[in-house]
């Protein structure tokens, strides 16, 4: 079975056939073409097929892995199959799944399910899409794997009390005062899109940080970076049309999309319409920064194109590894080929430059990790760019181990990152963060947390029990 | 952990043929335990091995190969090829986990119908045992596997007859130097210079490798795995379950009750000698590893050799024999855009006249001109910014134009054992080689002639002839194939009519060489043995 970080509950898209593009005009409340089509699109915009749809598997018939902090959860299938997915769905049913992340039997979803950003989905979206799954979706009558997680989040129920605490999301209603692009880019962002699921950090019961909104969180492997206009940690030093097409294309001189972003971007944005992409950039533009970074200069203003051949080329590879040379040496042999000897790549992007570029530009070395150990997968029109993975994988281009990652980064780092006044790398990655990202990233403390705690409770009942009892012998007494 | 010592199928040699099969039979279900007499080697070893090299060796393919010592191949220089004859059989392979297809250019021709008839249409030679539309599937199965990219223009096909199947991948486009000679040719002689089709991602992702980057250092690595070669899949074969035992030099067969094959005896590096056992044997070693293991392995029932009661083993020993012009011309080609061979002319290898000589294949190399014309330029004595000059009017303004022959299937060009020894003690091997009249007569009256009416139309003001065949390290013959048991020595599915579970696929079997590149025709017969062996082995 196939995993994909819990980051995939990103925006992206059905991938039905070519659709009408559509307006954000109310839809009819019928069943007509225009509803059907106006539901592709928003399950488009929604990115429903990231997590429903398995690589080769059947449109949004479920069975993907979705590797979360606690375990796997598994996608469901949501075609309208009787037997095994949604077809038995009563509009009201859809409705409180979206909106409360309850099922059609009453079970919580897990948020895995963005139900807190589809909470702010429109009424007649909301019907458009289930016009679209009852209608334009073939269904597909195979059964998925259940969800397994650990004791004690496999525990449904517990769901209740974390929407109680944390889901309050409501129809988004227009805000007079701005612009109606930004209230569509706010509509978008905050409601089908769901950026908020990846971009913003979560807290310690996965709740998403309001009060941090889209300033960058940890998503798997990866990291999803901050998306204000942060000119420093944010995306405030790109231009509107920059981030439109970064949104269109993921593929800018500065930074470029890998992840569950470039899937989102080939699942879900590419198909969207240019107003749309620009109302999403004109709200994203506007949105408030964090209140600190320790991002001090821009992620995309660091470094220049340079190489150190001249220190080991010619002494043979082995001497080359076993010296200072190391990190350029590993460059040489593993990067070079495609990104230039002085990391200059491609004039046409396809190859991206590695000066100047935001995952080396960062403060956060995660992303440098994870594009060495997991490569790029990124099919946007007719390019598909393709950077091999240097993991553990059969097509690996070559296997490197942790402590290979780690001086390959830090020679990355030192020559095209941020640097101190005296030149030095502020980030040093070490082998035991490779070890972590090639985990699949940090493990949430919240599953033993929980089982202390319940362990805890268990105690608690058992002594109070216990004084009951002897309450109740005292008192015989 | 203890290795294993058996499977259902053991396989000698991790190159291409030997990957192939392997990979249908563990996709079928069967296990597979493979031998590979040298070491496996990272990528990223083998691209600094050359980024290293002086500027001298680079020419040379095997020299980012540094071979083994319990695991010999031929390096520039060296003795391992004993070599007797009118010419040399001076071929370059490697004994490397993935094999040959390491510095292969990835040109993959197909043969013609007419190249599998040479008996029946011209009198010479033999004919295959089988027609090209038996091929014609297993070709397929081939381009699929390996990435091949190749025209959809029913104009630019080769051969020139419709697809029973598209290529996975359209064609490279050409450098600027090719579309020149491509005109040039087209206006001055008529000739149809084809996009090649050849193992190369064109454009795109392919098998889970990236796209080509246009290196142009296809030979003697792709540096990136955009080219296939076998040392590709081999992390995806043991994914799917197979054990590949590196260092491990095979040098016994060892046979039993109805002339089976019982075992494999290997060496490691210590000298200490393994044996494994299983169902099936398949050797892919290339056609001068193979039959020298086959004859190592005489024994009391087959005093000949392995596979030997034909006497055939180790015979028709073959090759593309090329003749290569360097020329200089008055105004610049610009070569080394792309890969490193990306076109060709094919139409001048068939005919009528084949009753009487040899055809030919012609291509411009497309490699990059750097490594040839510094030294020609140092050669002048300029200096400084004359020198650099130099350099460059060289790189731009000369070519390469090779003229790739076919050749006959002769029993006197003959692989045997040395009496001299290599590290482990083995015999090294011993070749005999004269290309022959029918090759001679073309290089005398049709290829040589037919390259300088390409040269003097690219507007050459200085032409080198070259003064004795060049080998194209296309090493075939030596197990060839037929349907006489008493003149050939597998069958139609490449199986040793001696030993019924003993598989030589291969350029070993093949028994005609046609011009063009033989990797495709050698993997498209790994395909046909494949599909025998496992019927074979589910039969078992």
Redesign the interface.
Known sequence: MTRRPFTRLLATACLAAPLPLLAAAPAALDSDNETLARGAYLATASDCTACHTAPGGQPMAGGLEIASPLGAIIATNITPSKSHGIGDYSEADFVRALREGIRADGANLYPAMPYTAYGHLSDADIHALYVYFMEGVAPVDTPTAETALPFPMNLRVAMKGWNLLFHDAEPLEDDPERSAEWNRGRYLVEGPGHCSSCHTPRGFFMQERDDQALTGAQVGPWYAPDITPDVAAGIGSWRHDELVTYLRTGKLDQAQAAGSMAEAIEHSFQHLTEDDLGAIATYLEALPTAESSSQARSRFDHGEPGDELASF?????AA?LSGDSRGA??Y???CS??HQADGSG?DDG??PRLYQNGVLGDVNATNLIATILYGV?REVGDE?V???PFGE???????LNNDDVAVLANYLLARFGETDDDGHPILQVSADEVQEIREGGPRSPLILLARIGLGVGVVVLALLGLWLIRRRKARRR | MTQPTSADVVIVGTGVVGVVVAEQLLDAGHSVLMLEAGPRVSRAEIVENYRNLPLGLKGSASSSYPPKPWAPHPMPGDDYLQLEGPDAYAQTYIRYAGGSTWHWAGTSWRLTPEDMRLNSLYGVGRDWVFDYDTLDPYYNMAEQKLGICGPSDPALQWPPRPRSAPYPMPPLPFSPGEEKFTRVMKEALGYTNLPVSQARNSGMPFDDRPACCGNNNCVPVCPIGAKYDAATALNRLEAKGAVILSNAVAHRIETGDGNRIEAVHYLDPERQEHRVTGKHFVIACNAIETPKLLLMSADSRNPGGIANSSDQVGRNMMDHPQLGLTLTLDEPYWLGQGPVVNSGIMETSQGDFRADHAGAYFRMNNFARNRYETFNALATGKVGRALDEEIRRRVACTVSIVAAHEILPDANNRLTLSAKKDWLGLPKPHVYYDVGDYTRRSAETYSMPIARRIAEAMGAVEVKEPSAFAQSKHLMGSTIMGDDPATSVVDSDCRAFDHPNLFLPGGGAMPSTACGNSTITMVALAFKAAEALTDQARGA
């Open positions: 080329r010619g002494d043979g590879y080359g040496q590993l040489s042999a593993n080929s495609c491609t396809y190859y997968d598909h393709f950077m091999p994988q059969p097509n690996a281009f070559n296997a």
